[in-house]
């Protein structure tokens, strides 16, 4: 065997074998849960184009854009009429949320008060508790106050588990809330109230918009809390696709999934790129 052969092998075998460290699993798992998370997402965009000529939506026949078109996504007025409650409880009851869980965010953030441990338990006890209790516990309040079940009382369902949400985001965000800003206000003149517009809430501000997005997700998408409440009269987005999947699925509840997916999509990337930019005011 020559010299040459023998190097080659020397060199081989003197180079350390490459291990499966945890940094590789690590990575190989973080995928692995980002496929498994979009691909139900995947297949829903994919099906808002598929050419389907019956009501059932699950086989793929081809791709069309006819479904995005106005008068074929809005053919369907129950659909639609579910879709459009959807969004006005959503909206109403994400802003409701986000007003007063600021101002108790704030406060469990800011002070120290008789009652302050009981009122973090009883936020977080919101958070935790399963949605069908909450949902079986509202149904009894409403029916025992004799209030008719419909949009009013989704939507104030929907206001009770958001506050805790929002409360929790603020509340993070005042606990690091430097002081020593809204004590140079004040000495410089701002009264409480002038300090807290001026000074602490535009600070405060992208942890109340985080708390409002979260609350519209969560109203936009519940369907335990608001089977309960929505009695016979009231259908929302969630209520009417449960209802269909006996007879098959429509392809405008795809396209209507995909837009709704594309706005939030595109409300994170805004906001992301908002965020880039103010972090690299101060530098330049």
Excluded: C
Excluded at 245 to 250: A, E, F, H, N, S
């Amino acid at each position: 065997m020559s010299q040459a052969v023998l190097d080659r092998k020397t060199v081989h075998l003197a180079k350390p074998r490459r291990k499966l460290g945890g940094g590789t699993l690590l990575f190989a798992y973080t995928w692995l849960v980002i496929i498994w998370l979009i691909v139900p997402i995947a297949v829903m965009v994919l099906f808002s184009f598929n050419n389907t000529k019956g009501r059932y939506n699950q086989e793929w026949e081809g791709p069309t854009l006819k479904w995005y078109l106005p008068k074929n996504l809005f053919a369907i007025d129950t659909l639609t009429t579910a879709l459009w409650t959807t969004l006005i409880i959503a909206v109403v009851s994400s802003i409701v949320s986000a007003a007063l869980g600021t101002g108790i965010g704030y406060a469990l953030g800011r002070y120290r008060f008789r009652g302050h441990g009981t009122l973090n338990l009883v936020m977080f006890s919101t958070i935790s508790s399963p949605e069908l209790i909450m949902g079986a516990s509202l149904l009894s309040l409403f029916v025992s106050l004799n209030l008719g079940l419909g949009a009013v009382t989704i939507t104030i369902a929907h206001i009770m588990f958001s506050i805790s949400f929002v409360a929790t985001i603020v509340r993070a965000r005042v606990i690091t809330l430097d002081r020593s800003i809204e004590e140079a206000a004040a000495d410089l003149g701002a009264s409480a109230w002038v300090t807290f517009w001026k000074v602490t809430f535009p600070i405060i501000l992208p942890a109340v918009f985080s708390g409002f997005l979260l609350a519209f997700a969560l109203s936009i998408d519940d369907f335990v809390v608001t089977n309960f409440t929505s009695g016979t009269t009231t259908t929302t987005f969630p209520l009417w696709i449960w209802g269909s999947t006996r007879v098959g699925l429509p392809p405008q509840v795809n396209v209507m999934g995909t837009l709704i997916f594309a706005a939030g999509v595109l409300i994170a990337v805004i906001t992301n790129i908002r965020s880039r930019r103010a972090d690299k005011a101060p530098a330049e």
